[in-house]
Every structure is written in C-alpha cells, then in structure tokens.
C-alpha cells in the first residue's frame, strides 16, 4: 500500500516537534525534511531522529543539493554531498534526494561538457552512499536543470547505472508544466502525463505530490486521478510525499496548514480509488 507523507522545513527542534505533531494529527505515516538550513551535529540529528520514532513517523527522504554547475566546483560539491549522505546514513532515512540543477546550454557541445563530469559525480557520491546504506534519488525540476524532461531523466539514470541510484518523480516541475516557469503558465504542445510521467513511472520509487490549488478540495493545477492511474499501471508501491507550493492568497483562500490537510485528504481519496479500479 502507498505511504503518505509531507515534506517539512525546519531549522530547530522546536519546529522539528511541531511538524512531527502536525504530521501525527493528519494521519500521515512518512515525514521528509530539506537539509537546506538543518544543523549537522550528531547530537542534534539523534534527537530529531528519535522524535521521529517517538511519533511512530519514518524518514523518507533528506532533500540534497545539485551535481552539476561549474567544473572547478565539483569537488565542493562532492564534499557537500558526502555530508549529507552521512547525515541521512546517522538520522535513517529511505533515501537522499539530489538534483541536477544548472542552466540547461544552448549547444549540444556546452551539454556534453557539463554532463560527463555530471555522470562521473553521480556515480561517486552513489559509491560513497552505498558503502553508507544510503540509496540516492534523483528528482526532475524544470528551473535551470538537466532533469526536467523524460529524455534527460532516462538518460541520467541509464549512464550513471547504479544500483543505489533512483529516481523521484516530481509530479509539478516539468519542462513546460503549469507548476515549472513562469508558474501558472503551461506548453500546450506538451502532455507532462503522457510525455513525461508515463515514461519514467517505472523507473520512480518516490513521488513529491505538488499542491498548488487545493482550497476547493482537490488539486486543481494537476490531475491527480490520472496521475496515480499512471503509478498503479506501473505497480508503484511507495511514498507519495505532500510538497506545498500554494503560495499566498489568493490562489489559496486558507493557510498553509488547511490547505496540506486537504491535499493529505484528496491524495488519500484518489490513492483509494486507484487501489479500487486498477
């Protein structure tokens, strides 16, 4: 059976306990937490751990940084990613989210510089991850990124060819989505279901639900019923993880706590039915 759980942001304890609470009282079973602003000591990483077991919540997964940029940052960037590979190794979660976010180049010459070095990086820090128990998962954006299309997914995940090397699929930020750049607009000449999801929907182990407009009771920027028609047909078996991104009214008439507890509900519904009819 599919998990349920909501990506949190926090920097201290005190918000590390109010989000674990808030998870608990939606019923969810997972919690993820973005390392962006998160301290790394040991100390410090047991005890959210443990508020984590206490609450009877797993970790999902642990939102890394990128593995492509600049060719003289790469070895900044492997240290970066070995530290939070060991922060997801001590604080036990499923997996270790990275991106491959950098201005996509205009010639396929600029593109081939940047991604073998990529490559490279990405089977290095999946080498280190897995002498660590630590599975890494590469996730799709559409902002400056060599992952915001099927092809390019596919292609990462072909050429690093690492067994602890996955893929989340990130149901908003595709090249051309509504949920990509500028927000709101969308390519007309683009199906991201049949053009994207459908296509790496094999290949993905975690979900990040985007929720954009949700104050009517369903997500109205994405077709979720499709969506988890798409995950069914491909046997998914694994988290789908709340990632709010509503904003300010007045695209949503309620907070940001209302509006989570509706999409927790509406993913719980269509989650149902596609158990139901597939």
């Known amino acids: 059976m599919m998990k349920l759980s909501w990506m949190a942001r926090a920097t201290d304890a005190e918000a590390f306990e109010q989000h674990l609470e808030f998870a608990g009282d939606i019923g969810l079973d997972v919690i993820d937490f973005h390392l962006s602003g998160m301290p790394r000591d040991p100390a410090f990483i047991m005890r959210i751990k443990r508020m984590c077991v206490d609450a009877g919540l797993l970790i999902g997964y642990l939102g890394g940084g990128k593995f ?37 180049p205009e010639t396929v010459e600029e593109q081939e510089r940047f991604w073998g070095p990529m490559i490279e990086d990405f089977r290095e820090i999946s080498d280190y991850a897995a002498e660590k128990g630590v599975v890494i998962g590469l996730q799709n954006h559409n902002h400056s990124s060599f992952a915001m299309n099927a092809n390019q997914v596919l292609r990462i995940l072909n050429d690093v060819d690492r067994p602890n090397f996955t893929y989340i699929m990130d149901t908003g930020q595709w090249q051309g989505a509504v949920g990509g750049s500028p927000r709101g607009w969308r390519d007309l000449n683009v199906d991201i279901y049949r053009d994207y999801m459908e296509r790496v929907a094999p290949h993905t182990t975690l979900v990040r639900a985007k929720i954009y407009k949700i104050d009517n009771g369903w997500e109205e920027w994405l077709d979720y019923p499709r969506i988890f028609k798409i995950l069914r047909q491909n046997d998914f078996n694994g988290t789908v993880s709340i990632v709010f991104e509503g904003g300010q009214p007045p695209r949503n008439r309620v907070g940001m706590e209302e509006c989570i507890k509706l999409a927790a509900g509406h993913l719980r519904d269509v989650m149902a039915l596609s158990y139901l009819y597939h």
């Open 68 to 104: 492509v940029g600049p060719l003289e940052e790469r070895s900044t960037r492997l240290d970066i990613g070995r530290k939070d590979v060991d922060t997801a190794a001590l604080i036990g979660a499923q997996m270790l989210r990275v991106f491959a976010r950098f201005k996509w």
